[in-house]
């Protein structure tokens, strides 16, 4: 491909990734996908998918073209589907309006729809693949992660102070990062499928996990508690408010999930974190957010669980041998066993630092 080609390319896909933004949060269980038709250089139709249920965006694209994609290129930010699900495979609509090139991002991680490229190339169309991939893998990661690794991405978030610390001796913790922080912490519960915590932030804080500070462009996320046992119930948790809908993850019964249930809160039997995370991505619930404390936290990372991190560090210290620290357990005995952040971004919301980054697990 010449450089100009894949300028072109590079240029046209970028639109479509822009249309594939406008279905986030709204088209789950299914991937954002966003699609554009090109002749002459100039764009003749676009489309993204709006739900599911709803045509998929490669159809929205072909149907505003109209007779004028005949001979033309068309650009999808995944391999079209090969299959029949809820709508027809798309391949069919693009081998009928007779488009010449496909130019795709990530290729469908799904054994049910994949093939597509293949399939189309077979039937004389010009197919090129992973055109700005990593752009579009990001953008629906938690749907690839699922399908590669079949189970849920995993982010953790925490407020810590410049020495670490969740919480003082006390387990005093509010506040530890600013109201900008806080807000943007909301933005990532908004986009989450799933919030988890541990039955010690539970005891301890009694958080609402509810997104209160972002729009929702979907339904609320799935609150959920991992605990050993199933805790006594007292009307006074804020999970079983009824204002999102709730979960308990236990490894074993006791009575009192008569009582949780009977508030309206799930009660689900699971012996690890990841069938925890496998039992989430089943539902379609693919991005959790992890916002336990330290034990929690520790035990994702121990387990090579945790793909991304989110830290805002509050610039107070806070110290005290018996402070909750952000990691707690064992730790690493030495410096190259421990995971680091890799890609890393940093933000000053206020006096706060968002720091950001996908986390590198060393060889074992």
């Not at 018996?322 to 990691?327: I, K, Q, T």
């Not at 680091?340 to 590198?360: C, Y």
Request: proline share 5%; glycine share 10%.
């Amino acid at each position: 491909m010449s450089g100009t080609d894949r300028f072109t390319d590079e240029r046209f896909m970028s639109r479509a990734l822009n249309l594939a933004q406008k279905g986030v949060g709204k088209t789950h269980p299914n991937p954002a996908v966003g699609a554009v038709v090109v002749a002459g250089g100039e764009v003749i139709g676009e489309g993204w998918h709006e739900g599911p249920g709803k045509p998929h965006a490669e159809v929205v694209a072909l149907q505003a073209a109209g007779s004028a994609a005949r001979g033309a290129t068309l650009y999808v930010t995944l391999e079209p589907c090969a299959a029949h699900g809820r709508t027809p495979p798309c391949t069919s609509a693009i081998l009928r309006a007779g488009i010449r090139r496909v130019v795709y991002a990530s290729s469908d991680p799904n054994p049910k729809m994949a093939g597509g490229g293949k399939l189309l190339e077979a039937h004389g169309v010009d197919v090129t693949p992973n055109v700005l991939e990593q752009d579009a893998d990001e953008l629906n990661r938690g749907f690839l992660h699922f399908h590669r690794l079949g189970r849920a991405w995993v982010t953790a978030k925490a407020a810590i102070s410049l020495d670490g610390k969740l919480a003082t001796h006390a387990r005093h913790s509010q506040w530890i990062s600013n109201e900008k922080s806080r807000r943007h912490a909301h933005g990532l519960r908004a986009a989450s499928h799933a919030i988890l915590v541990g039955a010690g932030t539970l005891l301890q804080d009694n958080p609402a996990l509810t997104v209160r500070h972002a729009p929702l462009a979907g339904e609320p996320p799935l609150r959920c508690v991992l605990c050993f046992d199933t805790p006594p119930f007292d009307a006074a948790f804020r999970i079983a408010d009824g204002a999102a809908p709730s979960r308990l993850y236990v490894r074993r019964e006791t009575e009192a999930a008569r009582d949780w249930r009977a508030a309206g809160v799930e009660v689900v039997h699971a012996a690890s974190l990841v069938e925890v995370l496998r039992h989430l991505a089943a539902e379609g619930r693919w991005e959790v957010l992890v916002e336990g404390g330290g034990m929690l936290h520790a035990a994702f990372l121990d387990a090579r669980l945790t793909d991304e991190m989110v830290l805002y560090q509050a610039p107070i210290l806070i110290g005290g041998r018996e402070a909750v620290n952000l990691l707690a357990g064992g730790g690493v005995a030495r410096v190259d066993e421990a995971p680091r952040l890799v890609d890393v971004s940093r933000r000053m919301l206020g006096a706060d630092q968002l720091i950001r980054g996908r986390v590198a697990y060393p060889e074992d």
